[in-house]
């Protein structure tokens, strides 16, 4: 499997929901960061959390990352139909003069 | 948003033509980055640039060639397109490395 795979690989909930998507990865990492991408756009940052730390919160989302299992979640709360889109994590190994990795993405679809 | 065009948006080519993408900023970062986007693969790295003249490979560089003359342009050739490159590829943006990304809007690439 990749550096920076998301889990689930398709979502679809209902709007109010909570939306919750995993990211695995096999190297030590400096910082892990997730964006979203809608359709037929570019990616958009949504959030970076480096290796020291274990959660972050921004409105909305929150990410927890556990190194020792080299693992990250993002959680979306009271999803919203505008939250629909792609979310990728992408990974900064910690091995010198690699550059980051982004995982295959998860996609979401919030329903009305 | 921050300030990356690239050009064209879409372009279909012939198998054997040589094709130029540009990517233009306007944040005078230091960091530059051509990915190329497949379903199924995420993002891959093509190639980056660290500075002015300065260039080095990505994950899939192979068949992909990269020159950047002045701070706000980043240019990717393809010498000879082959079916397997058409793609949707991506300029990015970053201050830093290891910081978080701006992506441009995309350029689709079809050839046939």
């Known amino acids: 499997s990749q550096q920076g795979e998301e889990d689930p690989q398709a979502l679809s909930i209902q709007e109010g929901e909570n939306a919750t998507m995993n990211c695995s990865y096999k190297t030590s990492i400096n910082n892990l960061q997730w964006y979203r991408q809608n359709s037929g756009r570019g990616l958009v940052h949504l959030i970076l959390?480096?290796?020291?730390?274990r959660e972050k919160h921004s409105g909305r989302l929150r990410v927890t990352l556990d190194t020792s299992k080299k693992s990250s979640s993002l959680l979306i709360t009271a999803s919203r139909a505008a939250d629909t889109a792609s979310y990728f994590c992408?990974?900064?190994?910690?091995?010198?003069?690699?550059?980051?990795?982004f995982g295959p993405g998860t996609r979401l679809s919030v329903l009305p | 948003d921050a300030g990356i065009t690239q050009s064209p948006r879409h372009k279909v080519t012939e198998t054997g033509t040589p094709v130029t993408l540009r990517c233009h900023q306007t944040e005078n970062h230091r960091y530059m980055y051509w990915y190329r986007q497949d379903p199924g693969h995420g993002l891959r790295l093509i190639h980056y640039?660290?500075?002015?003249?300065?260039?080095d490979k990505g994950e899939v560089s192979d068949g992909y060639s990269v020159s950047r003359s002045k701070t706000e342009d980043f240019l990717l050739t393809l010498e000879s397109a082959t079916s397997s490159q058409t793609s949707v590829y991506f300029c990015?943006?970053?201050?830093?490395?290891?910081?978080?990304?701006?992506f441009g809007p995309g350029t689709r690439l079809t050839v046939t």
């Open positions: 992408a990974t900064d190994p910690d091995n010198y003069g690699q550059n980051f990795v």
């Open positions: 990015a943006i970053s201050e830093s490395i290891r910081y978080r990304q701006y």
């Open positions: 640039s660290y500075g002015v003249k300065d260039t």
């Open positions: 959390i480096r290796s020291n730390e």
